[in-house]
């Protein structure tokens, strides 16, 4: 599932590569003519640079604090079952899956702060209108009508939560950073890091704030914090972005619309793949690899929306599940700063054979109590949750020493004319999994059936790992192709 979840919320960019767009060095010369008094503003690209970031810093650390909780509040809802937990991952997948090329034209075709805006408004107003709902099927009778429409109104405002979210993560993150740098490649990776830093320290900090809140004061008060979060903090939002474009002359200079953009709808999709993209995915000859990536994301041994509510109906607070998350986005953190170390001494392919393998015996090692307590021995229900959520902290790292790997072969080794095709058929089997996993959590709907799907996400991870390694050991190709 988060192979997942989180990994997803931190890399997926929901198709922008193919649209990236450059300012050509005509358009700037003639923007550079205009006598408009705004154009003729003093640059100033380190608050231009500060500016963004603390409207992405902003953005980012409501819409975390809202992915943690949601989860724990869909089971606060409905405590006998995970039917809600599993419908809101399935709907919030499916609804990033079929809407970000819609919302990729959109960016392409408005005015750069007018795109940005309209993201954040989306996002932080479905926040609230999310949160809204879920205190109204909180407070109303089990089973009733205004229940009911309470729980499918934080399901379906919540997943287009996460639509204006990847939009700003489109607009922001992508254009905005690449217009400002002009083209500099070394400028740009400064921006992207310290976007990426912003992203994962909301990551770690955003869900101990959500599940302190959650634990010492009350659900309540903390879907209500939540919420005046996102209404306050839109207008400062989009403020900082009007002081990024009034300190940089490239964000303000009117981008070149890009009439060759064309949103891909479910039916231009069917017709790409059947004129066989399909096909050229699996000619590479990484292809193992890539497939492998994707499983990884059929899982529920993770830090996300199904473990969660697991261990809160097991008795776990909050504020324990937020600190081990936290903990989980440590491990993954720390994978980012070693990988450079330890491919330069193993190689590109051997760092994704440690890393899935490492993955894969935490994991084997976290349900190893849950399996022996069904088997019937007698082990404190304490026990058995923090081993198996220490293997998944230990998993993260692992996880992502894979993700590195498999991701930068997929940069380096597909040819030029294939990467396109190849990444989104990459990126819809992520989410396909992605999606059987919370289809998995709706069959399986019972806590008391959650070990089934803990197993078989083991199990699923194992054959990913074997996967790999047979790929490992059959490809003997040691410089990729262009």
Avoid at 114 to 139: E, F, G, R
Avoid at 149 to 171: F, R
Avoid at 186 to 203: E, F, H, Q, Y
Avoid at 386 to 406: K, P, Q, T, Y
Wanted: proline content about 3%; aromatic content about 10%; charged content about 10%.
């Amino acid at each position: 599932m988060e192979a997942t979840e989180e990994q997803a919320l931190l890399t997926d960019d929901g198709g922008a590569a193919a649209r990236t767009r450059t300012i050509t060095e005509s358009s700037e010369a003639t923007s550079l003519q205009l006598s408009s008094p705004e154009l003729l503003i003093a640059e100033r690209p380190v608050m231009a640079k500060m500016s963004m970031y603390s409207s992405h810093l902003m953005s980012t650390w409501g819409q975390r604090m809202w992915e943690f909780a949601v989860g724990l509040i869909m089971l606060e809802i409905y405590p006998s079952s995970l039917a809600l937990v599993s419908a809101f991952g399935l709907v919030d997948g499916l609804a990033k899956v079929f809407s970000g090329s819609l919302v990729g034209s959109y960016i392409d075709r408005t005015g750069r702060l007018k795109a940005a805006c309209s993201m954040y408004v989306l996002q932080n107003t479905a926040v609230a209108l999310s949160a809204l709902c879920a205190l109204i099927s909180l407070h109303s009778a089990e089973g009733s009508a205004w229940f009911w429409a309470g729980a499918i109104c934080t399901i379906a405002i919540g997943s287009i939560s996460s639509v204006g979210a990847q939009g700003s993560s489109l607009s922001v993150e992508k254009e905005w950073t690449f217009v400002l740098c002009k083209g500099d490649s070394a400028v740009l990776a400064k921006l992207n890091s310290g976007m990426r830093a912003i992203d994962l320290t909301c990551l770690l900090l955003a869900p101990i704030a959500a599940g302190f809140l959650m634990t010492y004061t009350s659900i309540t008060t903390a879907i209500m914090a939540i919420a005046a979060w996102n209404l306050a903090a839109w207008a400062p939002e989009c403020y900082m972005l009007v002081c990024a474009q009034r300190a940089s002359l490239l964000l303000r200079t009117p981008k070149q619309p890009n009439v060759r953009a064309e949103p891909i709808n479910a039916t231009s999709l069917l017709l790409r793949l059947s004129e066989g993209g399909w096909g050229t995915y699996f000619r590479q000859r990484l292809w193992p690899a890539a497939f492998a990536l994707a499983l990884l994301y059929l899982t529920v041994l993770s830090l996300g929306l199904l473990m969660t509510a697991y261990l809160k109906w097991q008795g776990m607070t909050e504020a324990e599940l937020s600190l081990y998350r936290g903990a989980g986005a440590v491990s993954g953190l720390l994978s980012t700063v070693v990988f450079p170390t330890i491919y330069k001494r193993t190689g590109l392919k051997e760092t994704g054979v440690l890393g899935i393998w490492w993955q894969a015996i935490s994991l084997v090692i976290a349900v190893v109590p849950v399996w022996l307590t069904q088997l019937g021995a007698r082990l404190p229900a304490s026990t058995t949750s923090h081993v198996l959520l220490g293997g998944l902290v230990a998993s993260r790292f692992g996880l992502w020493l894979f993700d590195l790997s498999v991701s930068q072969m997929l940069q380096e080794w597909v040819p030029a004319a294939d990467i396109g095709v190849v990444n989104g058929l990459q990126s819809s089997l992520q989410n396909f999994f992605q999606s059987l996993s919370f289809v998995a959590g709706l069959v399986f709907w019972s806590p008391q059936d959650f070990p089934v799907l803990m197993y078989s996400s083991a199990g699923v991870v194992v054959v990913a790992a074997v996967i790999y390694s047979s790929f490992v050991c059959c490809f003997q190709v040691n410089v990729p192709w262009q």
